[in-house]
């Protein structure tokens, strides 16, 4: 039976497959002297896929040996060796917090954002002191990339730290970290927060509404849709994607908003030659909440035959959630003439 | 139907992109859309954002992105699947491997399908292979055709399909290489001389170890159904299991390099394909 | 009719892929996103790209890595390539110069130094 001395001789073979067996071979053998082999072979390896097979073993490698070994790779020069420590300390999970509370403490800011990146995979909750410090952290990179985390996690409870965040006058990188994040746990008190910082739409940079508006798409309302509403004909195409996104997300808070006179007009434009292609889509479906409306109802039939097929898509969508007379004959009749596999689906539903 | 927002579509795609490998561009807004909502409607839940949450923090045994994954692929196999990526393999692969084999002086060429099912992959492999390298009897040429499933080796070993299998054949090779029999089609003799069936577990690593010298290694939409770990176990075997300057194809949407950065990028045209250096 | 040019921006944060889009977008350029190194290199090889913004630290394929194999196809020889990073020793700097980057951006970058930037390497090239 092959021995742990084995595999290590084998490790250093002169045949690449023969050192990525070794490798694999020492992970299988799951035991915390095989670490030190590993992480020794690695720092000499010119080959990717040796490598490769080495960071595997790693995950293998159940003992906390592992994941001291792996802790010590995130100061390697070589960022390939960095990042694939992260990766293995992000499989293994809780385990591994005890020892990056170390290295919050004691790391420079470099290896602190990549403590911050192998927590991204997991529950907030088990890394709550770690969070808190890198809210306050002197470096600005590792508070962004908390923020970041704590969002996608929905860490409610930080919800009040990050809005004090959003409210100083940081990076605006930053502040968009924070709107981001208070999408996922913001709550009123968050979208009161939000607006007192951002009194003024129109001076707002892109950057910064395009994360503003998801924002509105989660926490806002009728008073928000029609601010929202009037940024659609004014700026730019690319922010059309997140203006439509939230009026989609808005409006079934507040079902009997009217249009008001520009937004009919504008989505229109949108439709008819707007860029890029998936807007054409989402503005047919902003419409269609006004499919009650005649003028409404008669643009969208027109959409039934437009040849942007997203349009069709959006339209065919649309429609079969309306009731209205005849209607049941008008999409039997498109479907005759469509050749689109999904519109053909969506004018069935 | 819960309404996916562009964003979260996007959002959707890159997290199965990073989890399964696989690409969803906007053409697919509409099929993602209502895989998930069959997801959600078996969840029990009505919000996207409750969905997406999910796949990317409680779901710690992947079982969930596995659900989704069965949704957006299909099992069907048939022949000429994924033509695109054939044609790669046909018009430049194949070709420069045996110029380089020709001028080496070597008349071996040995070909993998892992996962081959039924067999339609492998047989559709050996007639290109015929088609555009005639003295392939000539030379030691082996496609090898291994599944886990000894039920489906048995029907590789028959070599008798159906219509649906055989629908995309183009018509100069159904003359050339099938041959009909009723409502059936056998693959004729002396293309099923290339193919040599074989079990093997992608999963046994030291069966996958015995595998070596491949030119060629064909395994799509096979390693889908893998937990992250384990597909990477698998490619990195295969990167072993190849020749140099050699070629592994997984499915069309499946990208090699998300699973093994030791295979390189190559284009041919509009075609990329993965190779080992 | 001056066409936009198509910038290539790889990072394996969504909200940094995100927030840089929109400055691009805003400055009229156009964007296409890689979430590591190893899509950057499909996107790149599927679409003309003038220009790429890429990360160092991202899994699976990192930043330097990223660089060399696009410098080691011909094709791309001269494709302006700016490293926007949160490492800022001198010592960083070096290994993108010696990948093959064109010039290296600290994170978090101001807007305006990104796009000015950008700017001057696509009318040198």
Known sequence: MSTLKEFEEKLHGADEAERTYAAEDIGYLN?????????????????????AAIFQALIRIEADAAIEGSIELLGSEDPQIRNQAVDVLRRKGPQSIPFLKTVMREGDKDMRKLVLDVLSGMQAGNAGEIYAKALSDPDVNVVITAVENLGRMRAAEFRTRIEELMGTDSHPMLTGACLEALVEIGDESSLGAIRRRFPDLTSLPD???????????????????????????????HLRPPILSALMAIYPHCPLLEPGETLLPALRAVVEDGDPPLCRYQAVRVLSFWAARDDVYAFLLSCLSSRERLVRLGAAESLSMTKRPGLAQVLAARALEESDEEVLQALAC | MPDLSVEQFQTLSQQIYQKLGLHFDEKKIYFLKTRVAKRMTALGLDDPREYMFK?????????????????????ETYMFREYDQLQAFANYCLPEVLSAKQARGERTLRIWSAGCSSGEEPYTLAMIVQDVFPQAQSWDCEIVATDIDENMLKRVAA???????VADVPDEYRAKYLLEDGDE??????????????HLNLS???????????????CRNVL????DLSRKAVVDHFYNALNPASYVFLGHSESVGRVNTAFKLKRFENHLVYVKE | MDTKKTILIVDDSEFVRSYHSHILEQAHFQVITAVDGSDGLEKLYSNVCDLVLTDINMGNMDGYEFIRRVRADGKYVSLPIIIVSTESEARDKMKGFEAGANLYLVKPSSPEMMVENIRMILVAN
Not at chain 1, 36 to 48: C, G, I, T, Y
């Open chain 1, 31 to 51: 035991v915390p002297d095989g670490v030190p082999p590993l992480l020794e072979r690695l720092a000499q390896e010119p080959s990717l896929a040796v490598r």
């Open chain 1, 207 to 237: 950057f910064l509404l395009a994360s503003y508006l998801k924002a509105m798409a989660a926490l806002g309302s009728a008073t928000e849709f029609g601010e929202v509403a009037s940024l659609l004909p004014v700026r730019g195409p």
């Open chain 2, 55 to 75: 796949l990317s923090y409680a779901d710690p045994h992947g079982e969930e992105m596995q659900a989704l994954a069965n949704l957006v692929t299909t099992n």
């Open chain 2, 159 to 165: 070599a008798r399909y159906g219509a649906r299998s």
């Open chain 2, 185 to 198: 089609w056998i693959v004729r003799r002396r293309t099923t001389a290339l193919v040599k069936a074989r």
């Open chain 2, 204 to 218: 046994d690593r030291m069966a996958m170890r015995a595998m070596r010298g491949f030119d060629f290694i064909f």
């Open chain 2, 224 to 227: 889908i159904y893998f937990d």
